[in-house]
């Protein structure tokens, strides 16, 4: 795809979604014109092209109004989009250095987790045996950073309460005596890991999956409140449920809490799957791209934002974990074969459909007959040995080939 397609969505029955740009033959547009067009009708799903040209001509409105139009919908899928570095902004001419589409949406939607996960075609065996479940914080940490440079001198960090009968605190205070330094600040905010704890735990048992917390809290101390509510939710309300599950059976009776350089290197062991963990943002972003790695391609994982309206109702977003596959796309300019898998995709757009129905439950069994029968056509192409060349090797199909065997199927 070209440099951020996203398509939002979904409200009503199979009218649903969103978009953005499925401006390439790569994948998806190609497959929403064969594969879902022929059977839905999506006149009434909402599309917002969010590639960085069309940020600019906008001067970002088509931004805002994606989000608007996310938080009023409630069911979205979009598509991998780019968050422009220095370079691109000169190749691309744009106005400003355009900021992440992923973290307004994030803000916009009171984003909480996203919850990545592992995807499974039955009858073949991918990196995990069973699936494994990712809870990423949605909010805070590195991503929210304000930094600057600067030379030898002091370092005062300083928290004004709201309050302004309360005394100001210092956070921290320090010396720097380097000729050059990077001074960063950020924040963790925590009153939504409760929700966070609600969607994982709720999601592993449901699974029957081992839930794990995972954070550095040994050396980064601040991590130590992630886990202290984490635990708390799990303790009041889940522990007696996954007792009787048997799901505590391997970890002595508790949740257990795992230090995140040793989940780096469980996650490469424990290839059964049927574990799950839950973290702050960047580790989440980090191991679940290592889970990726273990299952074969990035093009089966999928990548889930849960955020919530002012009226207790979830936002769900869907989307696949992978970026643009600029390489790929690169490949297809040069007028050269490409084979993406598109399956963490498809099983987005799926998804968003089947929030949507969720949402207006009165055609929700047509639009899951629909959706089950998509699910499968793909995953009888893998099965036939008719998959993409990330799981096939090279006799695999292309990308088109790819998108004509399932169609072909869906047909018949
Ligand atoms: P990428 O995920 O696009 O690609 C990484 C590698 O994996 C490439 O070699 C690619 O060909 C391969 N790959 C990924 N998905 C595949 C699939 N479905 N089928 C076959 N092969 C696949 O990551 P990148 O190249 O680091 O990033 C490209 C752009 O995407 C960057 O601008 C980045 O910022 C953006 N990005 C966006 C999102 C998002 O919007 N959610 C996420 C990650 C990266």
Not at 52 to 75: E, Y
């Amino acid at each position: 795809m070209q440099n951020g397609g996203f398509r939002l969505g979904c409200q009503g029955p199979l009218q649903s979604a969103f978009q953005g740009l499925w401006v390439s033959k790569e994948g998806l547009d190609a497959a929403q014109e064969k594969w879902v067009e022929p059977f839905v009708d999506t006149s009434e799903w909402e599309y917002f092209d969010l590639s960085c040209q069309s940020r600019d001509q906008t001067d970002d409105k088509v931004l805002h109004d994606a989000v608007a139009s996310g938080k009023r919908l409630g069911a979205i899928f979009k598509e991998p989009t780019i968050t422009p570095t220095t370079e691109q902004v000169k190749e691309f001419g744009l106005k400003k250095p355009f900021g992440s589409p992923n973290g307004a949406m994030r803000r916009g939607w009171n984003g909480i987790t996203i919850s990545r996960d592992t995807i499974h075609i039955p009858g073949i065996k991918l990196g995990f045996e069973n699936p494994v479940f990712f809870e990423r914080h949605a909010v805070g940490g590195e991503y929210g950073a304000s930094w600057k440079g600067v030379g030898k001198g002091k370092v005062l960090t300083t928290f004004w309460p709201e309050n302004e009968k309360e005394k100001p605190t210092i956070v921290d205070g320090r010396v720097l005596h380097d000729d050059e330094s990077a001074v960063v600040v950020y924040d963790n905010p925590l009153d939504n890991v409760e929700d966070l704890a609600r969607i994982f735990f709720d999601r592993c048992l449901e699974a029957k999956i081992v839930p794990y917390v995972v954070t550095k809290k040994t050396v980064f101390k601040w991590q130590e409140g992630f886990w202290q509510k984490m635990k708390k939710v799990f303790d009041a309300e889940y522990k007696d449920a996954y007792l009787k599950a048997g799901l505590l059976d391997k970890t002595g009776g508790e949740l257990v809490h795992l230090i995140s350089d040793a989940a780096t290197m469980q996650i490469i062991r424990w290839t059964g799957g049927g574990f799950g963990m839950a973290c702050h943002n960047y580790d989440g972003d980090m191991l679940t791209d290592e889970v990726a790695q273990v299952h074969r391609s990035p093009g089966f994982i999928t990548s889930n934002l849960v955020g919530k309206n002012e009226d207790g109702s979830l936002i769900k977003e869907f989307e696949a974990s992978h970026g643009t596959v600029a390489d790929l796309w690169h490949m297809h300019l040069r007028g050269e074969e490409t084979s993406m898998n598109p399956l963490g995709m498809v099983v987005a757009l799926l998804g968003a459909m089947d929030h949507a129905a969720a949402l207006n439950p009165a055609t929700q069994a047509e639009v899951t007959k629909f959706t089950v029968s998509v699910r499968e056509a793909v995953y009888e192409a893998f099965r036939t040995g008719n998959g993409t060349r990330d799981l096939t090797g090279p006799q695999g199909l292309t990308t088109e080939q790819f998108v004509d065997w399932v169609a072909d199927n869906l047909a018949k």
